[in-house]
């Protein structure tokens, strides 16, 4: 059974992923079932969808009747077996195993055996989840980034017992969505949440060192790294409550590897409340008549600091290739479409050079004789060897 617009979808959680996941499969002319076991929560996910749509409608970027359409092919309901008949079934609700194992049981016993049925969790493993089901062969991860329906970038995981002509076939409908797929192993973080811990993890090691204040990190990776946000602004956004539990869940996924340990300074931000832009206070303070903080710019300074977690990003992305996770064009796709990295982080390193990266990986390791700045096997090979990643530089 192939998937087209032909095919109806369900979803299974009706919070903002949820939400705009339905609202991508109606955009592309599918039926579409929005479920929530909340009676509350369907009724707010469809007044905030109309609320959005209609917002493109006063900006001329969608016509009334386009808006109709979308609201029209959604159905929001709270009885699970409105899934019944559907050909793809995607669930975004709590990040708790348990749940989402009892969650899947019950659709299986509602959908066709030929139906496709997949998770847009972010820190479960696939194959763990799918450990509940009859046919696991034909459940796989789809991660979406918020909002899913602004993010292009979409994360296909199979798991250990995934068919490949799931995934061929799920690939292919999240692809005619007008998304940019990368495949990536059923490892902790995937991809993005993988690559990306360097970004805030180094930055709060350099905080904690005092070798610059949070401003003067930020201002380095945004005015000389091209980063549209810094660390500080991006985890004060993100919220450090959230920001925080990722880091620690890949910190124990990865049995405790030295390379993502959590910060001490971000936990203590947890615990006093501040989260970030949610509670007024995080690194920054953004209560009303709050003094702001202005950045130490020393380009010597902001050099090292870019130099020094850019080359902890590369080593890290050259990780998860050596690891089989991703190929080199994922990972680089990945980053610059699901975090928006001025470059793709692979080519970034052989247009700066491999050996200059390599030499930034191996004075960190002299310095600090720590295991977290190990230079990655892949990057030593291809430094010894004098290749590149992408072998066109």
């Given at each position: 059974?192939?998937?087209?617009?032909?095919?109806?979808?369900?979803?299974?959680?009706?919070?903002?992923?949820?939400?705009?996941?339905?609202?991508?499969?109606?955009?592309?002319?599918?039926?579409?079932?929005?479920?929530?076991?909340?009676?509350?929560?369907?009724?707010?996910?469809?007044?905030?969808?109309?609320?959005?749509?209609?917002?493109?409608?006063?900006?001329?970027?969608?016509?009334?009747?386009?808006?109709?359409?979308?609201?029209?092919?959604?159905?929001?309901?709270?009885?699970?077996?409105?899934?019944?008949?559907?050909?793809?079934?995607?669930?975004?609700?709590?990040?708790?195993?348990?749940?989402?194992?009892?969650?899947?049981?019950?659709?299986?016993?509602?959908?066709?055996?030929?139906?496709?049925?997949?998770?847009?969790?972010?820190?479960?493993?696939?194959?763990?989840?799918?450990?509940?089901?009859?046919?696991?062969?034909?459940?796989?991860?789809?991660?979406?980034?918020?909002?899913?329906?602004?993010?292009?970038?979409?994360?296909?995981?199979?798991?250990?017992?995934?068919?490949?002509?799931t995934v061929k076939k799920a690939r292919s409908l999240i692809d005619a969505w007008g998304k940019t797929t990368v495949q990536a192993k059923d490892t902790p973080g995937f991809i993005v949440n993988r690559v990306a811990r360097p970004f805030y993890g180094e930055a709060l090691r350099i905080y904690e060192e005092g070798v610059a204040d949070h401003a003067t990190i930020d201002w380095a990776m945004k005015e000389l790294g091209g980063f549209k946000m810094g660390p500080f602004e991006l985890m004060d956004l993100i919220g450090h409550d959230v920001n925080y539990k990722v880091t620690e869940s890949v910190f124990k996924e990865f049995y405790y590897d030295p390379r993502f340990k959590p910060s001490f300074a971000q936990k203590r931000l947890v615990e006093a409340g501040r989260l970030g832009r949610k509670s007024g206070i995080g690194f920054y303070d953004y209560r009303e008549g709050a003094e702001k903080v202005e950045p130490n710019k020393d380009k010597e300074l902001g050099e090292n600091i870019l130099n020094r977690i850019l080359a902890m990003l590369i080593n890290e992305a050259a990780d998860a290739v050596f690891m089989n996770v991703a190929s080199a064009e994922d990972v680089d796709l990945a980053m610059t479409n699901g975090v928006n990295y001025p470059k793709g982080l692979l080519k970034w390193a052989d247009e700066i050079g491999i050996e200059t990266v390599y030499h930034w990986m191996n004075a960190l390791q002299v310095e600090y004789r720590e295991d977290r700045y190990r230079p990655n096997p892949l990057l030593k090979r291809k430094y010894k060897n004098e290749e590149t990643f992408y072998g066109d530089i």
């Open positions: 059974m192939s998937l087209d617009k032909n095919s109806t979808v369900a979803v299974i959680g009706a919070g903002t992923m949820g939400t705009g996941i339905a609202q991508i499969a109606s955009t592309f002319g599918h039926r579409v079932q929005l479920f929530d076991i909340s009676e509350d929560q369907t009724k707010d996910s469809e007044k905030g969808l109309v609320k959005i749509l209609q917002r493109q409608v006063e900006k001329e970027r969608m016509t009334q009747d386009e808006v109709d359409g979308i609201l029209n092919r959604i159905t929001f309901t709270n009885h699970l077996n409105s899934v019944e008949g559907s050909h793809f079934v995607i669930e975004a609700i709590v990040e708790n195993l348990d749940v989402k194992q009892s969650t899947f049981q019950k659709i299986e016993a509602l959908v066709d055996q030929k139906a496709i049925i997949a998770t847009n969790t972010s820190s479960l493993s696939i194959a763990s989840i799918s450990s509940a089901l009859e046919h696991p062969e034909r459940f796989l991860g789809i991660h979406f980034f918020n909002p899913a329906p602004l993010m292009k970038l979409v994360e296909i995981i199979p798991g250990i017992s995934t068919s490949s002509g």
